[in-house]
């Protein structure tokens, strides 16, 4: 048991600030490129542009630049190589993909306008009285 644990490679953690900023940067680069790949696994071509999967991710990364602990980015740069190797490996479905990544929190694109804009006034009258 101890020689299998052993045997397990887990990467060193990052000694200074400039290390792990260097491998969160080969990191995104590595997430970047597979975009395609993970475009073609998914079929997202109907849902979503290159562009704006690669913004979703780099929003992502974003999310967390204030972040100067050394240990801390190595957690979240663990936990993103394993969300990366999961979408890869095809470990989610096409709608887990879809529902983090390309609606996430703003909701559906389609969902930003007004509802009622082609609603005549009969419906309008009649939703504004039937609701209670």
């Known amino acids: 048991m101890a020689f299998t644990l052993r045997s397990v490679k887990v990467p060193p953690n990052s000694a200074s ?18 975009i395609p790949n993970i475009m073609e696994i998914y079929n997202l071509d109907d849902v979503v542009t290159t562009a704006q999967l690669r913004s979703a991710i780099t929003s992502e990364f974003r999310k967390n630049s204030h972040i100067t602990n050394p240990k801390v980015i190595d ?33 559906l694109v389609q969902d930003l306008g007004t509802k009622d804009k082609g609603m005549s006034n009969f419906l309008k009258n009649f939703y504004r009285s039937n609701y209670f």
């Open 17 to 34: 600030l400039e290390e792990a900023r260097s491998r969160v940067i080969n990191f995104f680069k590595t997430a970047c490129r597979s």
């Open 75 to 107: 957690m979240l740069l663990f936990k993103g190589m394993e969300e990366l190797g999961n979408i890869t490996e095809h470990a989610k479905q096409r709608h887990h993909i879809i529902g983090q990544y390309v609606v996430g929190r703003q909701g």
